[in-house]
């Protein structure tokens, strides 16, 4: 007993309580549970009553969404501009498709997608018009044009003025050259020439000019051949001598021929060439297999090719080239020190860099002080930086375009401009519309078995200014070139491909080089390579072996007769966005459309839908949550709930009044009833819409209609879309909105009522905690009787008998 007493006084004060029932059959653990159970009663009215309440929170914050949406309906239509949506028609589809948004204004426009666009070419700045040579070296200045070439005497002391006269005398209508001013404060005038035919066959190519005027794309032109004998000289490349050094570079190349005459492409000669700007000077050895047509690298960008003919000893011709298409600074509000423009643009379209210093501090000479850092952006929305850390050194901005600037201290904010310049102001082009460049090569044998080279060697082209090389290994056949430059981690927007011609030709497989973009901006030129062992070749307009199949082009158009005469507005697309507010015009083909846009009362309707189907979202889910069913099954979560009916209340009294601002006998409308939006008492009273008499309204007068729903800051009215978005804003204030108040109040009463829990938890564990200690002296007692019962039952058992024996 002693023993039995002992263990359980131990378990007691261990809390390892266990009651196994051995010592009295009964499974006491099982009528714990079940006193326990009785005893939960509380406990399981307040789970119950905190279920109820977390219900409720639920279905406000789902209340909260729905009210938010309504919101976002009501804010997306509360403007004119958002509510009456617009629709832009074109009558010529077949010129051009026309789309609006809503900021579009209603009316109709003009527009004229170019046809025989004339060919505009502009000279870099000139410093004035009537004072200063431009005349170069004087000679004939070879134009063409239509097929027809132009000689005009030049005299080296020839004013720009002089030029315009002396063109104009020889060309008439055909080439018409003028001068315009850009309004700059330097180097504001130009020299232009207008082709006076339309298209592509009245581009004009100046074939020679001894002017320091540069009228072409690759910066580089014959200027004198009278000393040269009858073989054609071509150019190709891209001219990259510096500005810094000269503005226009020289270059004499002089026949020096053992055997006369020679014979280009079957006798070997040398051409000595010196340069007049630069120092450059050197002999060219053509050998005797050398084919016509093909390029020779002189330096700096420059090749020339020699057509099929005879040279003698002595002939010479001479090449200008051009470094003045970088203008000086415009200074803004520059404060720092002299601002040098060096380098020569490699684009292919005029445009102005804009500058501003990020990073000041001062600059000195030989590095060793600060590093000046300028953002910049030009006027195709092109942006980068340009770091600046030695005022000895000059840095390129972009294009080949650099910039240096003398020692001293430079201010943050501080901006300037710089102009730079490309011939081709406006392409001649038989229709206005934007395309990509396209280069075909003069061809190869085959794609997979000839090798382009049998030695390690580099091709390189150059793509909306910016120049990128491509190394081919040795034994590189066709296939492998176009992956190599399609593959390039560094290609910058030029697709390779290979086409078959079909002529069965040694040359019938042509590599392509096609521009993914449109527009003038995109030209791919200068393509150049030093393959060896085989016959790829290297001539072409465009150099390396290419001829250009397709210039790269903007879309050109007028919009209402602006730009006026031969100019148009010129974009790198055929959608146009940005001259029409809120009209997207997609151009197809060169003509004349009317563009008109107008109410899109289809739009306009659909908006009213949305916006009746998210007030009904709300009432619908409110009607849901506080109905009230006789029988209960189905009586709402927020039966009774104030709030909710006051929400439900203002909606409605919102929709039913008339528009504060609207007079009635005045406006057309002053209520939603009028356009056909009701309330349906057989439905609970959801809202509708009379489709029919909506439409009617819209047609007749969709701005009205508008005033209903809309803030209009002319009339002061504040339409139900504006009413309603600034309720529900206020409605769904995340601190004061009346969901978040309901919310914030019973989520304090679900926290009371998880404090009562964890009491009555705890209450009902030491219930229990009793129940065990009671039940564990019980089973020890009955275990103690039970062998009591058991120890007399033996003792009985051995008594001796009482019979008589």
Known sequence: MASSTSALTSALLSGSIVISGLGSGTDFNEVIDQLVEIESINMNRLETWKATWEEKIEVITALNTRMLALEEAAGAMDTEKEFLSRAATSSNTSVVTATATSSASTGASTVTVGQNVKHIVSTAGCADADTTAYGGSGGTLILESNGVSYNVAIDAADTLNDIVDKINAVTGENIVASIENDGTSSNQYHLVLTSGTGGDAGRITATQNPTALSLGGKDMVVSDTSSWGGASIGLTGMFTGDKSVASVYGYTFTVASSSNPSTIGADSFELNWTASAGGGSGTITVPADYTPGDSIEVEKGVFIQLGEGSVSDGESFSVNAYANDIDDAELGTWSGPAISTEGNYQGSVSKTFSFEVIS?????????????????????????????????????????????????????????????????????????????????????????????????????????????????????????????????????????????????????????????????????????????????????????????????????????????????LQRTSNTVTDVITGVSLALVDGGTSRVTVSVDASAVADKIEAFINAVNYVQDYIRSNTKYDAEGDETGVLIGNYAFQIAKSQIDSLLNSSIPGLTDGEDAYTLLQQIGITSNPDDEGRWIIDEDILEDALADNPEAVAKLFINDTTTGSSGVAKQMYDLMDTQTNDETGICSVLISNYEGIVKNIDKKIDSEEARLELYRQRQVEKFARLEATLSTLSNTQTALESAIAELPSSSGD
């Open 360 to 568: 000041a501090g001062n600059l000195q000479a030989g590095g060793g002080g600060d590093t000046i850092v300028m953002r910049w952006t030009d006027s195709l929305g092109n942006t980068g930086t340009v770091s600046l850390s030695d005022a000895d050194q000059s840095y390129e901005v972009d294009q080949g375009f650099t910039i240096k600037l003398d020692a001293g201290t430079v201010t943050h904010g501080d901006d300037f401009q710089v102009n730079v310049f490309a011939p081709d102001k406006q392409q001649g082009q038989d229709t206005g519309l934007a395309q990509n460049c396209k280069l075909i090569h003069e061809g190869f044998s085959d794609t997979t078995i000839t090798p382009v080279t049998d030695s390690d060697a580099t091709f390189t082209y150059t793509y909306g200014g910016e120049t990128t090389s491509v190394a081919v290994e040795a034994g590189t056949v066709l296939a492998d070139l176009v992956d190599k430059i399609n593959n390039d981690e560094n290609n910058p927007g030029v697709e390779a491909s290979i086409v078959n011609d079909g002529l069965g030709l040694p040359n019938s497989y042509r590599l392509v080089l096609t521009g993914t973009n449109t527009g003038a901006q995109y030209q791919i030129s200068s393509v150049e390579h030093d393959f060896t062992g085989s016959n790829f070749s290297s001539g072409g307009d465009a150099g390396g072996g290419f001829s250009t199949s397709q210039l790269a082009t903007n879309s050109m158009i007028q919009v209402d007769g602006f730009p006026t005469g031969d100019v148009f």
